[in-house]
């Protein structure tokens, strides 16, 4: 049985049928794009175990695919396991072993890479500092208690919590916090702007005059879901309810009320990463061909502020030139409201030097593989020559 | 006798290209149009030589370079493009617009009919209905479009292309341009000192402030539809001006600009036919431009040099008669039309080269920078391999390749060029030459393996299908070359790939991103990867390996075309929906043939004595090859 197994993880027949596995995926995962937009078919296809059928919200789901995971950590188990069964030194596989670690290096970086590498946005406008980058994916209900002058207390609670829709309770607020209501995407709007029927889902704050109405999740890449939740507060030291406030990104400013002798704000905002430093935008710039509207550079010159290391500097970020910074990098994403502000992506990505690595030992692999195939082949033809 | 064939056939054929590639004779008294076509210009953000806008505009608009009017005379670019700058009147009658949509057509109540081709003037009432259709087309995303909407909206931009044209040099309908830009020049003084008084108060001559008033008015106008920026800076930093700028500058200089004025005195001698006079100021302009502007002239006038050889179009044709010459080798006389074939292959690489070294020099670019280049490359790439072939088997199956491959991508990439200028500017991300040469150069010599394998698969099952051509030597050779250039094309791809994550990873911080073209490259990798395993492994044999080579092309083609179809992403720069068919097309074509090579070998003209034990090999065997 054992020996079985043995042998199917190191079997060939393995790897080839893994890699038309992945073909299949990619194709797939591809074509999904055109509807599902790039982030969802990614999320559903390749960082997946498995890929089901139908996608979401037909109360049922089965599993019709292997996802981009599961084959993946299928492809390196079988990758090892051959190598570690068959491997006897020679020169002439040198190429071989040289392309296959470098093989195993790549998926192992590429799955470290999904499960621990970081990605988010810094908006800034001219003259605007920062210490902290924004998920663009991900929502939070920031709950502050901004009683104390200089010091606020911010206690965050994930999208992915609000989303069940249950009771939270966290021993550094002295309430708890129903979610009433929960719309990943949503539109805002005005009660007397709709037809009676609507009615507010939350009954304290501007929330009271508003409707909310459900939307289908975006696709587009440059666009973003508008999630939206009602929320009631109820204090902990008796049974009662303060109310319920319907909390969103499309809301302006926070929320405030009072609660056990403190002040509080709430707002639903973008995930945040807080920063030991600081970037400040001096100068966004955003030149064209003459004559054309064609892009021809974006550059965002900013100020680089960290005390606990004594860092003070200027740093221009443009195309193809990021700014890497403890474990971090920067790179010029975009820009917005007319060249005004700058948008820098920041991505923290503890492997990102794998890929380099694998490429130059696979290619060095694949060149010393191949190259034997030639040097034989001319020797044979040499030698039927004569 | 027999050992000259393959020379007299190379020479014949070069003397037909250096007969192309005669320039044409200019009667004395005609206009110079050639020194007029080489003057440089801004415009798309690049200098070029004016010859060239005028192919590019006449291809947008008309889908051809070159104009036949009704009368059956034949107009160049330059011709057209000198009407249209300079005596709009005879242009706007000329019929240039091509329609070929029936509900175009039926918007402005016209029936289907042999016209394909219609003037400015028959347009002229129905202007605004365009304007507006085509913005309503222009809202959608270039995948929503009907085929209406898409036509429209090429006529709308079409339209708005040859305004903003006639309006470039001089406002349209300007008669006397020259007098009018010097009565500018000399008022201005005058308007000076008496916007001046006004300023302060004093009394002023009216007249001579409204009279130059009027004249900035016509020249904001001029500069707002200005395609063409035609007036150098007159130091080394400064930059490009239309015409109508140049003019709005003159105000606080109280200088008309020397080309400015050289233009206005061409035009004015244009119009009134002084070819004599047109020539004296073209003369005048073109020392000009050499003495001011040298560097600008070298290579206006080498583009204008590579636009009147179109070195691909002429190697194209060598490519097709190379790949006749040796097809019919196999059928017999096979030494001398072989030698023929890989002559006329070498003359049609040279010219290939010139035109993809000349590109790059234009540029100033590696050779990759748009999907049409990367057609002219993926030729030149499996030409060259092909013919490395060819020199170590001589048996013509490499020069067939070679001619094939060279041939249908060369059509490919006429067929794209039909967007306007090919040397565009790139993208700022795109804006590196150091990834411009490696990633992209890796990528496309993948692409370039994978046609090259997957046509001598093509080769194989043909000529063992239909044929008794296919011995066993020559069987041997083909599987050989085909895994050769299986494996060629898997490290290819390879680094390619691996470099465009790296340059990802530097641009936009992420390695991986699934985007639609990344996809498509990888799955070129995992194909390659399966087809060595199974070969390797013994799943597959010679057959297997040549239906496998065959698929390909369909995963290659896809990579190359099919994901821009989809419209997603960041690599989309090329969206072609009229390719749709022919990708489908050519992709069941490769599964037909697929379909073929499955058939029993007994069906195999060229096996169907033989048994099939030769085809097999055992692994070792295999993994020696």
């Not at chain 2, 073209?282 to 040099?305: I, M, Q, Y």
């Not at chain 2, 006389?333 to 234009?362: D, E, K, P, Q, V």
Request: a neutral charge; charged letters at 20%.
């Amino acid at each position: 049985m054992l020996r079985k197994i043995v042998d199917l993880f190191t079997s060939l027949k393995l790897t080839i049928i893994c890699l038309a596995a992945a073909m299949a995926l990619i194709f797939a995962g591809t074509l999904a794009q055109v509807h599902l937009g790039i982030h969802e078919a990614q999320q559903r296809y390749f960082q997946s175990w498995l890929v089901y059928w139908p996608a979401e919200g037909r109360g049922f789901r089965i599993p019709i695919f292997p996802g981009g995971h599961l084959i993946g950590a299928v492809l390196l188990i079988n990758l090892i396991a051959a190598h570690a069964k068959r491997f006897h030194w020679a020169w002439r596989k040198l190429g071989i072993h040289l392309t296959h670690a470098g093989l195993i290096i790549m998926l192992a970086g590429g799955l470290f890479t999904d499960l621990f590498a970081i990605e988010s946005h810094m908006r800034l406008q001219g003259g605007d500092t920062k210490n902290y980058s924004e998920d663009q994916r991900h929502m939070e209900l920031a709950v502050i208690d901004t009683t104390d002058n200089d010091l606020d207390q911010v206690t965050a609670i994930p999208e992915s919590v609000l989303k069940k829709n249950r009771t939270i309770d966290h021993w550094s607020l002295p309430f708890r916090i129903v979610v009433r209501n929960f719309y990943q995407n949503s539109r805002l709007k005005m009660l007397s702007q709709v037809e009676p029927a609507a009615h507010a889902i939350a009954n304290q704050g501007p929330g009271a005059m508003i409707a909310v109405e459900p939307v289908a999740r975006v696709t587009a890449q440059d666009e973003r879901d508008v999630p939206a939740a009602a929320i009631e507060i109820l204090p902990k030291d008796d049974g009662g309810s303060l109310g319920t406030w319907l909390v969103s990104d499309a809301l302006g400013a926070p929320q405030t009320f009072s609660c056990a002798g403190r002040t509080w704000m709430i707002a639903m905002r973008t995930a945040r990463y807080y920063k030991p430093y600081s970037v400040t935008l001096q100068k966004f710039t955003h030149e064209r061909y003459a004559g054309t509207e064609i892009p021809k550079n974006f550059a965002s010159k900013v100020t680089l502020t960290d005390p606990e290391r004594s860092v003070n500097r200027d740093v221009l970020i443009y195309m193809n030139h990021p700014l890497r910074y403890r474990g971090e990098t920067f790179y010029q994403a975009g820009f917005e409201q007319d060249d005004r502000a700058t948008i820098l992506q920041v991505v923290h990505n503890p492997s990102f030097v794998a890929p380099y690595v694998a490429c130059v030992i696979v290619a060095a692999g694949l060149l010393v593989q191949f190259g034997i195939h030639l040097v034989g082949f001319a020797r044979k033809r040499s030698a039927a020559a004569v | 006798m027999k050992r000259f064939v393959p020379w007299i056939v190379l020479i014949v054929i070069a003397g037909w290209i250096g007969g192309n590639w005669m320039p044409p004779k200019v009667a004395k008294d005609d206009v110079d149009l050639v020194k007029f076509g080489k003057f440089p210009v801004l415009v798309g953000g690049r200098v070029k030589p004016l010859d060239t806008v005028a192919r590019n505009s006449l291809l947008i608009i008309h889908g051809k370079q070159e104009l036949r009017l009704e009368n059956g005379r034949t107009l160049s670019a330059l011709q057209w493009l000198t009407d249209v700058l300079f005596n709009s009147a005879i242009a706007d009658q000329q019929p240039v617009f091509l329609i070929q949509n029936d509900e175009v057509l039926g918007l402005f109540g016209w029936e289907q009919s042999q016209r394909k081709y219609f003037s400015f003037l028959e347009f002229s009432p129905f202007l605004k209905q365009i304007e507006e259709q085509g913005d309503q087309a222009d809202k959608l995303e270039a995948v929503q479009r009907s085929a209406y909407q898409s036509a429209i909206l090429n006529l709308r931009n079409g339209i708005v292309l040859y305004q903003r044209l006639k309006n470039s040099i001089q406002l349209e309908g300007s008669q006397v341009f020259t007098a009018e830009v010097k009565n500018f020049e000399a008022s201005i003084p005058g308007a000076a000192k008496a916007a001046a008084q006004a300023q302060r108060g004093e009394n002023f001559d009216r007249a001579k402030l409204s009279a130059v008033a009027e004249l900035i008015q016509k020249y904001e106008k001029l500069s707002e539809l200005a395609y063409v920026l035609a007036v150098p800076p007159l130091d080394k930093v400064g930059e490009w001006h239309s015409v109508g700028d140049s003019l709005l500058h003159s105000v606080s200089t109280g200088e008309i600009h020397p080309v400015v004025l050289e233009y206005a005195q061409i035009g004015d001698a244009y119009r009134a036919r002084d070819h004599a006079g047109f020539n004296q100021h073209v003369d005048l302009s073109a020392n000009w431009f050499a003495e001011e502007k040298p560097t600008a002239v070298k290579r206006t006038s080498f583009e204008f040099l590579f636009n009147r050889l179109q070195p691909f179009s002429q190697s194209m044709a060598i490519y097709v008669l190379a790949f006749l010459l040796a097809c019919a080798s196999w059928l017999g006389w096979s030494r001398t039309l072989n030698r023929s074939a890989f002559y006329l292959l070498l003359l049609a690489l040279a010219i290939h080269t010139f035109g993809l070294f000349s590109r790059m020099y234009l540029q100033e670019r590696p050779p990759v920078t748009n999907l049409y280049s990367s057609a002219i490359f993926i030729g030149w790439g499996a030409v060259i391999v092909s013919l490395i072939l060819e020199r170590i088997f001589r048996d013509g199956i490499g020069a067939a390749c070679a001619g094939a491959i060279g041939f249908v991508t060369l059509i490919i990439a006429h067929h794209l060029a039909g967007s306007g200028d090919t040397l565009e500017m790139l993208q700022a991300v795109l804006d590196t030459n150091i990834w411009l040469a490696t990633h992209v150069v890796c990528i496309t010599t993948g692409y370039s393996a994978m046609f090259l394998a997957g046509m001598l698969a093509i080769i194989y099952v043909v000529r063992g299908v239909f044929t008794r051509s296919l011995k066993k030597q020559t069987a041997d050779s083909l599987a050989r070359m085909t895994y050769g250039v299986v494996c060629f094309a898997t490290l290819f791809s390879f680094v390619g790939t691996v470099l465009g994550g790296i340059w990802a990873d530097q641009s936009w911080g992420r390695f991986w991103g699934w985007d639609p073209k990344e996809n498509g490259a990888v799955l070129i990798v995992l194909w390659c990867a399966i087809t060595l395993h199974a070969r390797w492994g013994g799943f597959i044999r010679r057959r297997g390996l040549m239906m496998m080579a065959i698929f390909g092309n369909i995963v290659t083609s896809f990579s190359w075309f099919g994901v821009n179809m989809l419209g997603v992403g960041l690599h989309s720069y090329g969206f072609m929906q009229k390719a749709f068919p022919w990708l489908l097309g050519f992709m069941i074509s490769q599964l037909t043939l697929i379909t073929i090579a499955s058939m029993p070998l007994e069906n195999w003209r060229s096996f169907s004595a033989q048994d099939d034990s030769k085809d097999r090999q055992s692994p070792e065997e295999a993994l020696a090859t």
